[in-house]
Structure formats: structure tokens, C-alpha cells
């Protein structure tokens, strides 16, 4: 069973700080905005899909004690909220996608008194964890089905039950395929700089009794090249329209290498990551880290505190390396231009 990474309860934010794992499962009871603004912005919670409902959720302690006399009062402080929340992290787009969601619940339902407002918006934040934990065992159930018995996969970074409301993007698929009675043997890349494939994702692996084995992140081509990995799944944090994905650092170097060595290479990601304004991802913002994320591991510096860092968080695959995505709506292949475009049309009809 997945644990429950975030959720609504007695009128706070209740997560777990993931920077404490895996030697400690510490819940945080969040009922301050910037306390959740502060915990997005410093990986405790983190995750495409779960900074999403952290920024949905983040609305409701926005605005809880508001004492807005009129829905214009009340709207233009939920919108110094929404934006306070947006300029959390700027990649994984399913924030914007929650906080748009708010917006618009709000604008809809402008006509109702302030508390009514208010229970409506706690009820939408509820039904995006809700959705997402839907989207989740749909996502893996479709997975499953491209893993075989005894298959190799190697994933990157956490996209499992820490990183959405339950299963997992790409982990799921893992949990699904062992549901299903298939012996699976996982490879984790440790994910520098901030380890959350060997601090993560090795930890939930465990948990599902999965056979789990830690690699450093320049171990992958060796791996591949001597036959060890049949397939790799990941997670997203923005999909453009023609299936460029943007990804945790590192990403783009394992398409790469499945390619040369055809190992086949699968993005896992809910409708809720597709950012179809976006052309290519060359339009997808990449967040820039705080230098010392490099210098240091896990608190304890490794390099010259007067050195330089570059420090990006995510890279962007080119669609032409990925065989195929993976969402909630099904399995979706090259051309991507062209098979997300039903997608879209889902999306929009949402
Ligand atoms: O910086 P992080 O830990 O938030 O990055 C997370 C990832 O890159 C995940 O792979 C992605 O969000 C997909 S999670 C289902």
C-alpha cells in the first residue's frame, strides 16, 4: 500500500517531509501558506503531481481566515496566494495546472456568499487528490502491460507514491507489474544532486518487496552496454505538445544511452503534466538550483565552497528518444504531434 504522502486533515496540509527519508517518516501538520510555500521550494514535498496538490491545497490555507466582504475583496487576495504559490518551482507544470484550476472554481462560483466559496474550493482541491489517485492506478495498469516477467528496469529519480497522492507515475507501473504475479528486477540511479532515487525511490521499492538494486548515476552505460536493463520508465514534469519531456537532470543522458544501446525508454506521466501551449520543449522553463546542492551532499560539503556551480534541476528528452508515453488515457507513440492531439482534446473537454 502506498503511504499517504499529502492530504487534507483537520483543516491543514498533512505531508511527509521527504527530505527526512529514509531514515525517518516524519509527518508535518502545514496550516500556514508560506510554512507549504517553504516546503515546495525546499523538496519536501516534491513530485510533479504532488506539487499540484500541494498548490491546490496551499489555496485553501491561502484564504481560510479571509474576511472579505465581497467576491472582489476575496478574489484579489486568492490571486496574491496563486501567485505567491506559483513562484514556488517553475517546472513541473502541474502547479500551474492546480492553481489555474482554483482560479476558475473561484471566478465560476462568484456569485455564492464567501463561506460557500470557500467549501468549494476545499472540495476541488479534494477532487485533483482524488483524480490523481485515479490517474495513478490507470497509468500503472497500462504500464504493466508493456513489462514482462523478468524484465530490467531502471528508473530515474522518485516518481512513485511520494511524488503523486498514490502509486506513482513510473514506479506504479513497477507495483502494478508485481500485482500481477511478474518478477521484476528494479535499478535505481542514485539522482545527484539531491539523491532522490537512492534516499526515494529505493525506499518505497523495498517497502513493495521488489528486487532493488542502487546504482550511481555514471553507471548507467555500463549497465546497458553489457545487456543488464531491458527497459527504463520515468516520470515527467512538463510534456509539450509534440512529446518533448522535461524531466529530472539526468533524464535526457539515459534516452540517450537506451537509444544507442535500444533499450526501450518510457515516460509515465497523468494529463495533468501536459503543457500543450507549448510547442516543443524548448519553450519549457528549467528551474536553476541553489549552488551549494552540488558542493555539498546531504549537508556535508565535497567540493571548494568558492567554486562555481551550474545547477539545473531538469533536462528536456526530445521526443524522438522516447518509445512511448504513458498516461491515464492510454499508451501513446510516435508521431507524438499528431497521437497527443487526442489528448489534448480529452484535456480541454475536462
Ligand atoms: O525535483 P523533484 O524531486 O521534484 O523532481 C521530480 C521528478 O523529476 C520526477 O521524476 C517527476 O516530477 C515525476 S513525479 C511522478
Given at each position: 500500500m502506498p503511504v499517504e504522502t499529502i492530504s487534507w486533515k483537520n483543516v491543514r496540509v498533512r505531508y511527509i517531509d521527504q527530505t527526512m527519508l529514509p531514515q525517518k517518516l516524519k509527518y508535518v501538520d502545514c496550516d500556514d501558506v508560506r510554512r507549504l510555500w517553504n516546503a515546495i521550494k525546499n523538496l519536501e514535498i516534491r513530485g510533479a503531481p504532488a506539487i499540484g496538490i500541494a498548490g491546490a491545497l496551499g489555496v485553501i490555507l491561502g484564504v481560510k481566515d479571509s474576511k472579505a466582504k465581497s467576491f472582489d475583496e476575496f478574489f484579489e487576495g486568492m490571486e496574491r496566494v496563486i501567485k505567491?504559490?506559483?513562484?514556488?518551482?517553475?517546472?513541473?507544470?502541474?502547479?500551474?495546472?492546480?492553481?489555474?484550476?482554483?482560479?476558475?472554481?473561484?471566478?465560476?462560483?462568484?456569485d455564492k456568499p464567501?463561506?460557500?466559496?470557500?467549501?468549494?474550493?476545499?472540495?476541488?482541491?479534494?477532487?485533483?487528490?482524488?483524480?490523481?489517485?485515479?490517474?495513478?492506478r490507470a497509468m500503472a495498469r497500462y504500464g504493466a502491460r508493456l513489462v514482462?516477467?523478468?524484465?530490467?528496469?531502471?528508473t530515474h529519480c522518485n516518481a512513485g507514491g511520494l511524488a503523486t497522492a498514490d502509486y506513482g507515475t513510473?514506479?506504479?507501473?513497477?507495483?502494478?507489474?508485481?500485482?500481477?504475479?511478474?518478477?521484476?528486477?528494479?535499478?535505481?540511479?542514485?539522482?545527484?544532486?539531491?539523491?532522490?532515487?537512492?534516499?526515494?525511490?529505493?525506499?518505497e521499492l523495498l517497502n513493495e518487496g521488489i528486487d532493488t538494486t542502487l546504482i550511481c548515476?555514471?553507471?548507467?552505460?555500463?549497465?546497458?552496454?553489457?545487456?543488464?536493463?531491458?527497459?527504463?520508465?520515468?516520470?515527467?514534469?512538463?510534456?509539450?505538445?509534440n512529446g518533448d519531456t522535461a524531466n529530472k537532470i539526468g533524464t535526457y543522458n539515459l534516452a540517450i544511452l537506451a537509444k544507442h544501446h535500444n533499450v526501450l525508454f518510457y515516460v509515465v506521466a497523468p494529463l495533468s503534466s501536459f503543457d500543450f501551449r507549448l510547442k516543443s520543449g524548448a519553450d519549457i522553463p528549467i528551474e536553476e538550483r541553489d549552488g551549494n546542492e552540488v558542493r555539498m551532499i546531504l549537508g556535508k560539503q565535497i567540493a571548494p565552497s568558492k567554486v562555481k556551480v551550474y545547477n539545473p534541476a531538469f533536462d528536456v528528452t526530445p521526443n524522438?528518444?522516447?518509445?512511448?508515453?504513458?498516461?491515464?488515457?492510454g499508451i501513446f507513440r510516435k508521431p507524438y504531434k499528431k497521437s497527443l492531439e487526442r489528448l489534448n482534446a480529452i484535456k480541454r473537454y475536462r
Open positions: 505567491f504559490l506559483a513562484s514556488s518551482r517553475p517546472t513541473a507544470i502541474n502547479l500551474f495546472w492546480a492553481l489555474d484550476r482554483m482560479e476558475c472554481v473561484a471566478k465560476e462560483n462568484s464567501i463561506a460557500e466559496i470557500k467549501k468549494i474550493l476545499l472540495k476541488e482541491a479534494l477532487k485533483i487528490i482524488a483524480e490523481d489517485k485515479k490517474s495513478c514482462k516477467k523478468g524484465d530490467a528496469i531502471l513510473a514506479l506504479g507501473v513497477l507495483f502494478e507489474a508485481k500485482r500481477q504475479g511478474k518478477a521484476i528486477k528494479a535499478y535505481v540511479d542514485e539522482t545527484r544532486p539531491l539523491l532522490q532515487g537512492a534516499r526515494l525511490t529505493t525506499w548515476d555514471n553507471m548507467a552505460a555500463s549497465l546497458m552496454a553489457n545487456g543488464k536493463i531491458d527497459k527504463i520508465f520515468v516520470g515527467a514534469d512538463r510534456i509539450a505538445q524522438e528518444y522516447i518509445t512511448a508515453i504513458i498516461t491515464e488515457e
